[in-house]
């Protein structure tokens, strides 16, 4: 690419913003987290290692925040198994967390450099990748163009253009295809995804699925979750997951207009983000609730009305506890969030109808009976009125979920075939200069 289109397109960025380029993650994403970041490890962000680089080649993944990191683990243990040393980037403290947990030292992690010019011609200089696969939507410029100018693959796996996303691109036709010619393959979630990366001019696109169905169920500490089952006994129970500003007080508002006719209801609220907690606790109060707080260790008592789940890794706790679950970002929020963790848990998903995000997952629940969209708080009510009222119902939604999760997979299998011309030289070098190396 020439020295005017960087020029060209990198002003464009500066001039726009992140509204103008929903796709472009990690310069606003530092902007909009800092204060929530690891201040021992913040050098990374310019590009600085935390650690030496291995022999041998090296496979640079990036994973944006939670979800992403979930969905790319079990791709990282696939070409773990090849025996290339991997490189795991994540842009938060939460989903380095996530990778610790679940990766351990399998991997190296260190947290994206800014998307701007030193920061990542520091990163690059340093690891020398030999393949790039970044997961999902992270466009960055900068760090195409620097990729682009060393020659490494760039491979866009789970790929995924939202409504939003898409119109903004295509307003800027020309600077779109300057950038995914750059990709050496978009490996993309849905049909309608890889048209969207093809008219953008993005060369050669596969379709895989999604890859957060081939993962594991959300995990749990049988201990925690043999605890609030005893403290909560028989009493039904419904769940708000991942909710947004606004939806926390629909979920109360729910409860306070069912828990006269489901005698002992206890409703489960675990914001997307829990720092809003404390907050939360205090509006939710306000409202004459009582909240025990899962972080404060608060026991559940008979009267108490809300637990609010504001603790960070235990989706998996939350969804053993409850057969319904609202998923949020999806009534007073546009998007949505992942409704496929509550299904493969066996649970009846509700959500708003802004759930764009995750188009095809919810099409196939929808399909399949496994889920349920609702337009406002009075719906949403009566549909966890019905589902609290009617077991038989409420099982067949959560059996019908299940078993759509399970029709759905495939994904990590048709994205590792794709990947196969790009990862498979670098396990014949890794192969050829460990027996040089004897």
């Known amino acids: ?78 070409i773990l198994d090849y025996g290339v040393n991997i490189v795991l980037t994540t842009g938060t403290v939460t989903s380095a967390q996530v990778a610790d947990e679940r ?71 020309n600077i779109a295809e300057a950038l995914f010619e750059n990709l050496a393959h978009v490996v993309a979630q849905s049909d309608v995804d890889g048209e969207r990366f093809l008219s953008l001019g993005a060369r050669p696109v596969t379709v895989s699925g999604n890859l957060k169905v081939d993962t594991l169920p959300p995990p749990v500490d049988d201990r925690a979750l043999a605890t609030l089952r005893r403290q909560i006994g028989d009493r039904p129970t419904w769940a708000a997951i991942s909710t947004h500003d606004g939806e926390e007080v629909v979920a109360a508002e729910v409860h306070a207009t069912l828990h006269k006719r489901h005698p002992g209801l206890l409703t489960i609220i675990v914001p997307r983000h829990p720092d809003r907690a ?27 009305d809300i637990l609010l ?68 708080r009075d719906m949403l009510a009566g549909a966890v009125n019905f589902l609290l009222s009617n077991e038989v119902a409420r099982h067949e939604m959560m059996a019908a979920g299940a078993a759509t999760v399970d029709e759905m997979r495939g994904a990590l299998a048709r994205t590792l075939k794709s990947l196969e011309p790009y990862i498979q030289p670098l396990v014949v070098k890794s192969r050829l200069k460990g027996a040089n190396g004897r």
């Open 1 to 78: 690419m020439s020295e005017r289109w960087a020029r060209a397109m990198l002003s464009a960025y500066r001039f726009a913003g992140a509204a103008a380029y929903p796709l472009v993650g990690p310069y606003v994403a530092w902007r909009t987290s800092r204060g929530k970041e690891d201040r021992n490890r913040r050098r990374e962000r310019y590009g600085v290692a935390g650690r030496e680089r291995p022999e041998g080649p090296v496979i640079w993944i990036h994973a944006a925040s939670v979800g992403e990191t979930i969905a790319v683990v079990p791709l990282v243990e696939s």
């Open 103 to 173: 990766l351990g030292n399998r991997i190296i992690h260190q947290y994206v450099p800014l998307d701007l010019k030193p920061a990542v011609s520091r990163f690059l200089d340093h690891w020398r990748p030999d393949l790039a696969i970044i997961a999902e939507s992270e466009i960055w410029p900068m760090t195409i163009l620097e990729l682009g100018a060393r020659r490494v693959p760039q491979v866009l796996v789970n790929g995924r253009l939202s409504d939003r996303s898409f119109k903004s691109w295509k307003k800027r036709a």
């Open 278 to 304: 404390e907050a939360l606790a205090a509006q939710i109060s306000g409202m004459g609730l009582k909240v025990a707080r899962r972080s404060k260790g608060d026991r559940i008592a008979a009267d108490t």
């Open 309 to 376: 789940g504001d603790t960070i890794g235990e989706m998996g706790l939350y969804l053993r506890l409850t057969e319904i679950a609202f998923v949020g970002r999806s009534l007073t929020s546009e998007g949505g969030q992942n409704p496929l963790e509550p299904a493969m848990l066996d649970t009846a998903v509700l959500a708003g109808r802004n759930v764009q995000n995750f188009r095809e997952a919810y099409q196939r629940l929808i399909d399949s009976g496994g889920a349920k969209l609702v337009r406002d």
